[in-house]
């Protein structure tokens, strides 16, 4: 593991304000990773499983967060959100892509400068078992959500329950993807069958362009809260489709970050 310019970033990008959080789930990002991993080239996947072994993509997608209470990268907590006020306007969201946000995380900025580590050296595991990870929180809806209630989490829901057992952060984490009752390789080969036809526009699409939709997606759901007759069934109809788009961008655009790197 190398560690020293990863822990540089922690000191550089860090803030206190924390969150319990885990983004997509262990499922999710093994979906994603699955999604990225059949679009890699030969070369780039070639390279990768030597750094990371054979479908090691997938296996250690979920690293960075089972890492959070551990001691390595004691900051990085705060590297898989950048929560924002709801009502901003285009040019404000996009403007935080390069004039990172002083609070609600520090995704954006820790994402570009482990692109950075990685392009310098390849050989960076550790940059690149995070930018696996962090590239599916980009697309995460939650981990854009609303600074007053921590992305979410304090969002009481009711989960086919009368009371409110659980929160929208953890809805959208995990409950969503689980109750369409796929393995991850199931739910990666469906997303493919399904969405396939739009990878070309996902690939050409800006940063910019990306981070806007998930933006505008976050505030629809935090929208629809306020008319959502509290069936479950009716909450995943109306936003599993929606959620599963979002883990094939995150999908397509990890493998296109990954094959420019190891070209």
Known sequence: MKKSILTLIAMTCCLVYTTPLWAWGQEGHRVIAQVAYTHLSKKARKQVDAILGTNGMIYNANWPDEIKSDTIYPQSHNWHFQDLDGGQSDSTIVSYLTRYPEVGGRLFCVYDSLESVLR????????????????????CPVHMGHLEDLGGNKVRMAWFSRSENTNLHAVWD?????????????YARFLEDTYASRRREIEAASWAELTLRTYHLTSAIYDYQTSWDGNTWHYIYRWHQPMEYQLYCAGIRLAKLINSIYY
Request: hydrophobic fraction near 35%.
């Open 120 to 139: 310098a050296d390849r050989h960076n595991r550790d940059a690149l078992v995070f930018l696996i990870h962090l590239t599916g929180d980009r697309f």
């Open 174 to 186: 995990s409950k969503l993807i689980d109750s369409q009752g796929y393995s991850f390789s199931e």
